[in-house]
């Protein structure tokens, strides 16, 4: 009998495995389909060394591990600012009367997408100028145009926010384009101009996370007081 039950026991172990593996088949093709194409493009492709594609860059270069590091904080920073709106949209998608909420979160993280492969990978510095042939200062332009846009459209609800952070982050970045634009090199020394230029930079990216940490933060706080006042009527 004892060995009959651990039997049925196996059995629905199996099937709940089975059941699991059947839910999960497509989200695993989803994700690991892509990059195996990717790898096997990388493959078949002559252009360009496999190794300088898949290495870290200070590997490649054989430079010591603090190049940059600054710079690499500041993707990290990115990262976190495009994942936290992002999953906070997901989480209260279903949620009722957030809807405007929900759609600045969406398009917050979107934003933050753009800038975070725009620094990872010198979009505006080298991949438009050099390789499409589109000048620095028309890319700042169509940059600054989706920001005015993006303002416009969700100015009333960063209202509603602590939005002193997020204008400290503006100000910090179109300080960063400034010296970036102008020639302060002449004035300030390279050494400086950097420091000025990428110090300013970093403290918008902080300015920015900080603000959609604390934003989505007391959101998800503010629907969970509601919805507990909803039962506790009931």
Known sequence: MLKSREQQDEIHATGFRLAQLKALLPIILLIYAPVLILFAILKLQTKIPVSLLTRDPLAIIEAPFYWGAISNFGVLMWCAAVVIPWFSFRLLEQVKNNKEFNLFFLFSGGL??????????????????????????????????????????????????????????????????????????????????????????????????IYFAITCAERFKRILILETIKHSRF
């Open 112 to 209: 933050s997408s753009i800038l975070l492969l725009d620094d990872l990978f010198l979009l505006h510095e080298e991949v438009f100028p050099k390789y499409l042939n589109i000048p620095e200062k028309l890319v700042f332009l169509v940059y600054g145009m989706m920001i005015l846009f993006y303002l416009i459209k969700f100015g009333k609800i960063i209202l509603k926010t602590n939005f002193i952070l997020i204008v400290l982050a503006f100000g910090f970045f179109g300080c960063s384009v400034v010296i970036d634009l102008l020639p302060f090199e002449a004035w300030l020394g390279n050494e400086d101009q950097f420091l000025l230029e990428d110090g300013l930079k970093f403290l918008g990216i902080l300015s920015w996370l």
